[in-house]
């Protein structure tokens, strides 16, 4: 759809690279990823239509952005009907040390003010650390625009001299989760490995780590100690699902 790059302003050029990826991404399947960068090309190819003046260059662009809005529509819906399937499958790959994966940079774009119910299922709820990333989670779900009611914790209970440090902290999360009016219903069992998050809007997201796949600070003065989206995290996979009738774990 696009002229040769030399007859273009740069800033036409910078469109027609983001939408030639898109449909790049398109052919081989990659539809998420292809959405955004339609997106993301169509809304550059807009600017350059608002600075066009020549009124034929004008209606070539209308034609082209059209060609792409039109396909983008086709591939939006695709998506939307895998969702409504189940099928939605969407896999992050976090790199050894990689940062900016906070909870919120991960988890926020899944939750809105539909989100009620979250069941967690983690084996590694244990640890004091473990403990505070749990309470930063349960942070992050009280927040606007949730209104989450109900928090669900499956793990596996700590048998050795960290039992009382785990039950104790737990309960302590739990009376102050009380404060702000949501429950917070603890279930532990020695059995259970796997490691996953339900929101009841539909989304499911597995954590190869679970929510401990952050790195140790350097110090309590390091950068990282307190926002989470600077702290070095270890390698894993995130699989993030759609369902819309996602069930209680």
């Avoid at 989100?115 to 927040?143: A, G, S």
Wanted: charged share 30%; net charge positive.
């Amino acid at each position: 759809m696009a002229k040769s790059g030399k007859e273009l302003d740069p800033q036409s050029v910078a469109a027609f690279t983001v939408l030639k990826r898109a449909v790049e991404l398109d052919s081989e399947s990659r539809y998420q990823q292809a959405l955004v960068c339609y997106q993301e090309g169509i809304d550059l190819l807009m600017q350059v239509l608002r600075g066009t003046k020549d009124d034929t260059k004008k209606c070539n662009l209308r034609k082209q952005i059209t060609g792409y809005m039109d396909r983008a529509e086709i591939v939006k819906k695709y998506l939307d009907q895998e969702k409504e399937d189940g099928k939605y499958h969407k896999q992050i790959k976090i790199e050894e040390n990689a940062t900016g994966f906070s909870y919120e940079s991960l988890f926020q774009k899944y939750l809105n003010e539909t989100v009620t119910e979250v069941w967690i299922q983690d084996p590694y709820i244990r640890q004091i650390h473990q403990l505070y990333n749990f309470l930063r989670f349960c942070e992050m779900l009280i927040k606007k625009p949730c209104k989450v009611k109900t928090i669900h914790l499956l793990t596996s209970p700590n048998e050795g001299s960290g039992k009382q440090q785990q039950s104790s902290g737990l309960q302590e999360i739990k009376e102050s989760l009380q404060n702000h009016g949501v429950l917070l219903e603890l279930e532990y069992s020695s059995s259970v490995h796997d490691r996953e998050i339900r929101f009841n809007n539909g989304w499911m997201i597995k954590i190869g780590r679970g929510l401990d796949y952050f790195k140790k600070p350097q110090s309590r003065f390091s950068l990282g100690f307190c926002d989470f989206d600077l702290r070095p995290c270890h390698e894993t996979t995130v699989d993030i699902f759609h369902n819309k009738h996602t069930q209680k774990i």
